[in-house]
């Protein structure tokens, strides 16, 4: 009798097939879809995958409490999903596969979680300009100078407002970008600063044409667009997909990014969430999202299973002098915020 019950609870418990989907939230463009599959075929978990274009938006979901079970936050945003009790610990330094992540990017992570219970690196990457050549060259009538004055200096940007000029939607790097090009370095700006680098924002935002992470690639591939403020990855797989857009780094220098994978303190999957998290550590699975999303792995082997097959860009190396980002003081942080969504909708003169 006691078989006859237990055969097929035990039938129930190895069955592959769970029956709450897992329900990963990550930024657009940010994945080989492939690694999805493989990854259900493997355990059994189905995924429900959606993508998200900025940090507020993602910060947005987690308040309003979306059933989310893993989420993909930038550095910045991750520390403050922390002290707002967002995330969930899931003792993420003990996972397999740890060790293996390179030292710059986690003493990066340490900044926001030293303990490193809360997340780890999911990709890496910078910020430049991708630049429609033919067009920008015609509208500046000769070259393209390599400088973040093309978006930022009032009269290189007058000049090619008319043939379209975007900016990323991700507040703390573009503030960021602006004050390093004037010299200064958000992580030590005070209010007073802050307020005026938002001032000018809001005076240059008439020559934006829209203020998006992810329309721009393909405008500038079909000439409505000349520059955009560009994630390197959209911008690089861009160009390898033949689409006339050239990724510059601007010769003043940029900044580097790092996403992360995090548990929503509410995830209702929290296991699963796991396994997800340990499959995205293994060095052969991070290396197939960075070859098909042109984006850095974090993951030294990783990364030296990618410089060994000649992939140049997705092996880049992070080094100590690359650059110039600082996460703002809190209260700087909340000026961002605040101010951040009248620029979008193109109401800065309101209040
Ligand atoms: C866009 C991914 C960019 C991530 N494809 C920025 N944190």
């Given at each position: 009798?006691?078989?006859?019950?237990?055969?097929?609870?035990?039938?129930?418990?190895?069955?592959?097939?769970?029956?709450?989907?897992?329900?990963?939230?990550?930024?657009?463009?940010?994945?080989?879809?492939?690694?999805?599959?493989?990854?259900?075929?493997?355990?059994?978990?189905?995924?429900?995958?959606?993508?998200?274009?900025?940090?507020?938006?993602?910060?947005?979901?987690?308040?309003?409490?979306?059933?989310?079970?893993?989420?993909?936050?930038?550095?910045?945003?991750?520390?403050?999903?922390?002290?707002?009790?967002?995330?969930?610990?899931?003792?993420?330094?003990?996972?397999?596969?740890?060790?293996?992540?390179?030292?710059?990017?986690?003493?990066?992570?340490?900044?926001?979680?030293?303990?490193?219970?809360?997340?780890?690196?999911?990709?890496?990457?910078?910020?430049?300009?991708?630049?429609?050549?033919?067009?920008?060259?015609?509208?500046?009538?000769?070259?393209?100078?390599?400088?973040?004055?093309?978006?930022?200096?009032?009269?290189?940007?007058?000049?090619?407002s008319a043939c379209g000029v975007t900016l990323l939607d991700s507040a703390n790097d573009v503030t960021s970008l602006l004050a390093?090009?004037?010299?200064?370095?958000?992580?030590?700006?005070?209010?007073?600063?802050?307020?005026?680098?938002?001032?000018?924002?809001?005076?240059?935002?008439?020559?934006?044409?829209?203020?998006?992470?992810?329309?721009?690639?393909?405008?500038?591939?079909?000439?409505?667009?000349?520059?955009?403020?560009?994630?390197?990855?959209?911008?690089?797989?861009?160009?390898?997909?033949?689409?006339?857009?050239?990724?510059?780094?601007?010769?003043?220098?940029?900044?580097?990014?790092?996403?992360?994978?995090?548990?929503?303190?509410?995830?209702?999957?929290?296991?699963?969430?796991?396994?997800?998290?340990?499959?995205?550590?293994?060095?052969?699975?991070?290396?197939?999202?960075?070859?098909?999303?042109?984006?850095?792995?974090?993951?030294?082997?990783?990364?030296?299973?990618?410089?060994?097959?000649?992939?140049?860009?997705?092996?880049?190396?992070?080094?100590?002098?690359?650059?110039?980002?600082q996460a703002p003081r809190e209260e700087v942080g909340k000026l961002i915020d605040d101010f951040w969504p009248r620029l979008l909708?193109?109401?800065?003169?309101?209040?």
């Amino acid at each position: 009798m006691k078989k006859w019950i237990m055969a097929p609870l035990l039938a129930f418990a190895l069955s592959p097939v769970h029956a709450q989907p897992l329900n990963v939230a990550n930024w657009n463009d940010y994945i080989d879809p492939a690694v999805l599959a493989d990854f259900t075929r493997e355990t059994g978990i189905e995924v429900n995958y959606r993508t998200y274009d900025s940090d507020q938006e993602v910060y947005a979901l987690l308040k309003q409490g979306e059933a989310l079970d893993v989420v993909v936050p930038s550095t910045d945003n991750f520390g403050k999903l922390i002290r707002e009790g967002l995330l969930r610990p899931y003792a993420a330094a003990s996972l397999p596969g740890f060790e293996a992540l390179e030292p710059l990017i986690m003493a990066r992570v340490a900044g926001h979680d030293p303990t490193h219970e809360y997340g780890v690196p999911y990709l890496w990457g910078s910020i430049g300009l991708a630049v429609n050549v033919p067009q920008a060259e015609a509208a500046l009538g000769g070259p393209v100078p390599n400088t973040w004055g093309l978006v930022f200096d009032k009269a290189l940007l007058a000049r090619l407002s008319a043939c379209g000029v975007t900016l990323l939607d991700s507040a703390n790097d573009v503030t960021s970008l602006l004050a390093n090009y004037q010299g200064r370095s958000l992580g030590t700006a005070g209010e007073a600063y802050v307020s005026r680098v938002l001032e000018q924002l809001g005076r240059l935002r008439p020559h934006y044409r829209y203020i998006d992470s992810s329309r721009y690639v393909d405008d500038l591939g079909s000439g409505k667009l000349c520059v955009s403020m560009a994630w390197t990855g959209d911008a690089l797989a861009a160009a390898a997909k033949g689409l006339p857009v050239k990724f510059m780094v601007p010769e003043e220098g940029s900044l580097v990014f790092v996403d992360i994978l995090a548990i929503p303190a509410a995830a209702k999957n929290p296991e699963e969430a796991q396994a997800f998290i340990r499959y995205m550590l293994r060095p052969e699975v991070s290396a197939r999202i960075a070859r098909a999303t042109y984006y850095q792995t974090p993951n030294a082997r990783a990364r030296q299973a990618l410089e060994a097959e000649g992939g140049s860009v997705q092996a880049a190396r992070l080094s100590a002098d690359m650059f110039g980002y600082q996460a703002p003081r809190e209260e700087v942080g909340k000026l961002i915020d605040d101010f951040w969504p009248r620029l979008l909708e193109n109401r800065v003169g309101s209040r």
